[in-house]
């Protein structure tokens, strides 16, 4: 198992690694359709991802149309571009997209176990990439519940 986690670390420090992240919820707050207030540090983040650690990100969301476009042009007005939009490499013929992405890693507000602010997930991935598989990076979530809900079925 050793092997195994230091093979995924090995990777994550030499590799270019494609990121797939989500925009409603994880860039700007819930609002769709309309385009809600930016999550704090989100876009800044993003860019240092691309600029200082060199990975791809691919914005994946369930906006389409109009709806895509105003999204694209809100991260463009702020510096932010990606590599690709809803597929997995730019040009991609949307017909031909496959439904899931060949990506690394995605970072989505509906992850088991929240969001990670955006200040873990940096350092993580520059850091500590080891933990991105791990229920550590997890710990720092600011929109998990507070108080313990019951256990399973209710017991």
């Known amino acids: 198992m050793a092997g195994k986690s230091m093979a995924i670390i090995f990777f994550c420090i030499f590799a270019i690694m494609y990121i797939a992240i989500d925009f409603d919820g994880t860039i700007v707050r819930h609002r769709y359709p309309a ?11 993003i860019r240092l991802i691309q600029s200082e650690l060199g990975h791809q990100v691919i914005l994946w969301t369930a906006r389409e149309g ?15 571009e990606f590599y690709a939009v809803n597929q997995n490499h730019p040009g991609s013929e949307q017909s031909a997209a496959p439904r899931k992405l060949t990506v690394d890693m995605f970072i989505d507000d509906r ?23 791990s229920l550590r990076a997890f710990a720092s979530c600011t929109d998990m519940p507070s ?9």
């Open 35 to 45: 385009i809600g207030e930016e999550i704090p540090f989100a876009i800044e983040t």
């Open 66 to 80: 109009k709806l895509l476009d105003e999204a694209v042009e809100y991260c463009r007005a702020r510096g932010l």
């Open 111 to 133: 992850n088991f176990g929240g969001l990670p602010e955006w200040g873990v997930i940096y350092n993580t991935l520059k850091n500590s990439p080891g933990d991105l598989f």
């Open 147 to 155: 108080k313990r809900r019951r256990k399973l079925f209710g017991r």
